[in-house]
């Protein structure tokens, strides 16, 4: 699993469960300081892995505000009628801190819903019981590499893993979910996700809908095999039937290699870990906390009587005003708030949220295959519905000035006028960057980065016509604006509904387009991950590593 392996000491370090190898220093190190309460994030440490080294500028140890155990293992859950199915879930206590940091998701198979405050210093440790290597990343947040999940810390079964950390980001809707080396894509499938938000002072002053109508819907799609089991792209645990989401099992490929390739599109949809999910409401307004935690399918989503959908976050918080859009666009990774009143309501009444029809943004042999399945890429469906069961009098309004997300200015980039390129490539039948596919240490000379500054990067999709398909780009590590969008491909109805406002973590790049954004690489020196978040893509190579050096 590690790809380097070196200073095996006498000094009794601790072997490797997977590897049976010592591990590094550097990493045993990394896990010591995890462990013992040095405040390796509060105290803005700089981890500069790539020289081996840790340099902790001013450890603070003082106890953390919140302590979770947070456990992944397998487990049984009533998803169908019949035959219970066997999925991957987390589980998580609060140890120490705010009972209402942890928020069970009633049914389902998600992990529960985390909130954490602005500026908390929290413990995670987690316990991996599972029959695989696993880590966990906070996609969104900015931590320190040691903290944020990179797969190199990955550890095996039965083996703790102490995550120290301070919050540093805005109010908004994250998520946390594994990040292991060629396996998140099933670990995910299985059910290892679940959503965490953070709320700061600025957004307690809107009086946004809290409690109970601050509703997380975590949106995926899921096929089923024999016995009510969960079926991936190839067989391994409960995965039993080879390629059905993309290919019906037949086809000129073996269907687990073409999912592979395209990315897995699952037969129906399930919010919140439940099929045909309906949330009750009562006449009021609600906040809707969207994310696409789907492996690789995209929505395009709009309300099914035609209201405009009033967005008011994306990834990375708060927007600087509602925005109004017929429909929205939400790939792998991304996440949307909406803010939805149902006070002109009656009781009885429903609403659907719907993904619209798109056409395949793919064209040739590709755009061919991602129209087969039950259900395929652009058809139309309901994802939820909402159901008015209680009438409620609420005062809620929406503020017409929501928040002031950090400026990034294009005039403090150091390379405004020659964007650091990122090609996305298929070589040899695999996915990559720049023609490169992952490496677990390993970082090119044209991927360091420059601790403190801003960069302009951009991701071209100059695909072929054959091989073109959507890749949706994740940044660990910084929160970075869209600065422009430019298309020399079709145009698909995906297009028009994307929303590249706000501070973002995940941008949507689609066949033909080249997307550059504005990214700010601060606080912390280290090695971190950029990739596909179309989840078989970045398993399949489509990541690599980028180093952030002081
Ligand atoms: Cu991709």
């Given at each position: 699993m590690y790809t380097k392996i070196s200073?095996?000491?006498?000094?009794?370090r601790m072997e490797s469960a997977m590897t049976h190898e010592c591990v590094t220093g550097r990493r045993e190190f990394l896990r010591y300081a995890a462990g013992s309460a040095a405040w390796l994030a509060a105290s803005g440490a700089l981890l500069d892995s790539f020289a081996g080294e840790v340099r902790a500028a001013s450890l603070k140890s003082s106890e953390p505000d919140l302590i979770l155990a947070l456990t992944a293992s397998r487990s049984e859950t009533q998803l169908l009628s019949g035959e219970p199915t066997g999925v991957w879930r987390f589980s998580a206590r609060v140890l120490k801190g705010d009972g209402a940091s942890v928020q069970r998701s009633p049914g389902g198979y998600l992990g529960p819903t985390l909130r954490l405050k602005k500026g908390q210093r929290v413990r995670v440790e987690f316990n991996n019981q599972l029959a695989d290597p696993a880590i966990v990343h906070w996609h969104g947040l900015h931590l320190p590499e040691a903290m944020?999940?990179?797969?190199?810390y990955a550890v095996g079964p039965g083996k703790p893993y102490v995550y120290e950390f301070e919050v540093i980001n805005r109010a908004g809707s994250y998520w946390y979910h594994p990040h292991t080396h060629g396996i998140t894509g099933r670990q995910i499938y299985m059910g290892l996700a679940g959503m965490l938000l953070v709320s700061d002072e600025e957004e307690q002053d809107l009086r946004l809908p809290q409690g109970e109508s601050d509703l997380p819907i975590v949106l995926q799609d899921r096929t089923f095999g024999r016995d009510n089991q969960l079926a991936y792209i190839?067989?391994?645990?409960?995965?039993?039937?080879?390629g059905s989401g993309m290919m019906g099992g037949g086809g000129m490929m073996g269907g687990g290699m073409m999912s592979g390739m395209m990315g897995f599109l699952g037969d129906e949809i399930f919010v919140n870990g439940r099929r045909n999910t309906v949330f009750p409401v009562a006449s009021r307004a609600y906040r809707l906390r969207l994310?696409?935690?789907?492996?690789s399918r995209i929505y395009r989503l709009a309300w099914g009587d035609g209201t405009p959908l009033t967005i008011i976050a994306t990834d990375g918080g708060l927007l600087e005003r509602p925005e109004r859009r017929a429909a929205v666009t939400l790939a792998p990774g991304e996440r949307i708030d909406l803010f939805a009143d149902f006070s002109n309501k009656s009781v009885g009444a429903t609403l659907a949220m719907r993904s619209l029809a798109f056409e395949n943004p793919m064209g040739g042999m590709m755009g061919g295959m991602m129209?087969?399945?039950?259900?395929?890429?652009g058809a139309a469906f309901d994802v939820f519905r909402i159901r008015v069961d209680r009438r409620e009098r609420s005062s809620t309004r929406l503020p017409e000035r929501l928040a002031a997300p950090p400026r990034l200015n294009?005039?403090?980039?150091?390379n405004f006028g020659s964007p650091r390129l990122f090609r996305l490539t298929m070589g040899m039948m695999r996915w990559g960057i720049n023609g490169r596919t992952f490496d677990m240490d390993g970082v090119a000379d044209d991927e360091i980065v420059k601790l403190g500054t801003t960069e302009v990067w951009e991701f071209a999709n100059d695909a072929s016509a054959m091989m073109a398909m959507p890749h949706s780009m994740h940044l660990h590590g910084a929160q970075f604006r869209v600065l422009d969008r430019t298309s020399s491909g079709r145009q698909t109805g995906l297009r028009e509904s994307i929303v590249d406002a706000g501070l973002k973590d995940t941008v949507l790049v689609l066949p033909g387009e080249r997307v550059k954004i504005l990214a700010p690489f601060s606080r912390y020196a280290g090695l971190f991950p950029y990739h596909c978040h179309m989840l078989e893509h970045g398993d399949a190579g489509m990541m690599r590593n980028y180093s952030v050096r002081a």
């Open positions: 200073s095996c000491g006498t000094d009794g944020d999940g990179h797969p190199r190839s067989g391994e645990g409960n995965v039993d039937r080879a994310l696409n935690a789907s492996n129209q087969q399945g039950k259900l395929p890429s294009e005039e403090e980039t150091v």
